[in-house]
């Protein structure tokens, strides 16, 4: 069942919000041209998204799209959509994303988006596989928001981000690097004789920056000033960072150095680089009806035929989660549900396995991988939260005994 701010795909039967035209390209290869020579009477966009297209363009004569003309509403705040933006120069949109906008994981969404709307230099935080990265690159994609991905990892060389050394004609030159002309150049929007026309400023995803050694560091502190950024180069000149580029990092610590068993590489962070960030944020799992819905999505073939699995699957990690990692700390993340059902369907694909509705083992087929990747004394204790709390289940007693 479809609401008004969603259309039918006809392709896979799932309703889409707004629009199908990304969902074809990224879902099925097709074009809408393509997609409605296959289904002549089907519509694209939905009958909110339809109607307010129609109340904005005059019918009496053709006319180009106006910028902020379009908006999407995200968890109760209005965003605009710049179309002069192409997807591609957009972070990735996460496949099968649904935005957490329920239960306690509404207001840290909102205060997420609130921040993004607002262009705020924001640190976002939380356990592994929570969905940090992936509400930024859903909104960079949907609001067509020019973005770019920049991870660290320790003794990486991140100057060359910004300038790197080469030879031209004999000599040495500088040669500026893809995050330098993203901040210092924007998105840049020509006319048709290829004049500049507007320069859109870039959202810059610092993914995993707790991990950053103090020198990857000190390479971002005058470009996220928070006064006016400017790049110094090797050459000696100063470039100054386009108005309106917001820098978000995303992380598993808030950056104070607290390493745990689970987050090894994490790095304390100086507290005047910490001070140049306005708003920080913590993303816990969400809800597990949104993770459900996400998985639906992402496996209508297997769901479809046996939906209990994705039931079974939550009554586990729920009460793992309920029990708040007091005795067992090894979290089961979205990836992990996406990973379980990636490994059935490989089972049924590859290997010739049949799934049908009542199987009582095979989610422990697609579950293997994560209990093998449990300490040994920590796999007792999940294999007793499966048994008290999965229903319908035949709960391996050992972990030699998965199917």
């Known amino acids: 069942m479809t609401n008004v701010s969603q259309v039918l795909c006809l392709e896979c039967g799932y309703p889409q919000d707004y629009a199908l035209h990304d969902h074809l390209i990224h879902s099925h290869a097709m074009t809408v041209r393509q997609y409605l020579a296959q289904h002549p009477d089907a519509t694209t966009v939905s009958p909110r998204l339809a109607a307010k297209i129609a109340s904005q363009v005059d019918p009496t004569r053709p006319r180009k799209a106006v910028r902020g003309s379009l908006s999407i509403n995200l968890a109760g705040i209005q965003f605009p959509v710049d179309l002069r933006v192409p997807l591609s120069a957009c972070l ?21 988006l609130t921040s993004i709307r607002k262009r705020r230099t924001t640190w976002v935080y939380g356990p592994t596989g929570s969905g940090k990265d992936a509400i930024i690159h859903f909104v ?18 991140s100057s060359a981000k910004i300038a790197c050394r080469s030879f031209h004609n004999g000599s040495t030159v500088w040669e500026e690097g893809e995050v330098l002309r993203a901040i210092c150049d924007g998105y840049v929007i020509r006319d048709a004789d290829g004049s500049v026309v507007d320069r859109v400023p870039y959202l810059i ?24 950024g400017r790049v110094p180069m090797p050459n000696g000149k100063i470039r100054t960072v386009l108005r309106g580029t917001q820098f978000i990092a995303t992380a598993n610590t808030v950056g104070s150095g607290e390493r745990t068993v689970d987050y090894v590489t994490a790095q304390p962070q100086d507290i005047s680089m910490l001070n140049r960030f306005e708003c920080f944020h913590r993303l816990d799992y969400p809800e597990w009806n949104i993770t459900a ?6 496996f209508p073939d297997l769901l479809g035929k046996c939906p209990e699995l994705v039931d079974r699957l939550g009554e586990f990690v729920k009460a793992l989660r309920k029990e708040n990692g007091r005795v067992l700390k090894t979290p089961f993340s979205h990836r992990d549900a996406v990973a379980c059902f990636n490994h059935i369907s490989d089972l ?11 199987d009582k083992k095979i989610i422990f087929a697609g579950m293997r991988s994560w209990f093998h990747r449990l300490p040994p004394d920590a796999v007792s204790i999940a294999l007793g939260i499966a048994n008290t709390h999965m229903k319908d289940v035949d709960v391996p007693k050992t972990l030699e005994a998965f199917p």
């Open 293 to 298: 819905e996400a998985l639906r999505r992402h």
């Open 205 to 228: 995803l610092l993914s995993d920056l707790d991990r950053a050694s103090p020198d990857q560091m000190e390479i971002f502190r005058p470009i996220i000033d928070s006064i006016s």
């Open 140 to 157: 960079s994609a949907l609001c067509r928001i020019p973005g770019l991905f920049v991870e660290f990892r320790p003794d990486s060389d």
């Open 348 to 358: 049924i694909e590859v290997a010739g396995w049949t799934a049908v509705t009542g």
């Open 92 to 112: 990735p949109p996460p496949e099968d994303y649904v935005l957490p906008d329920t239960g306690a994981s509404k207001v840290s969404v909102q205060h997420i």
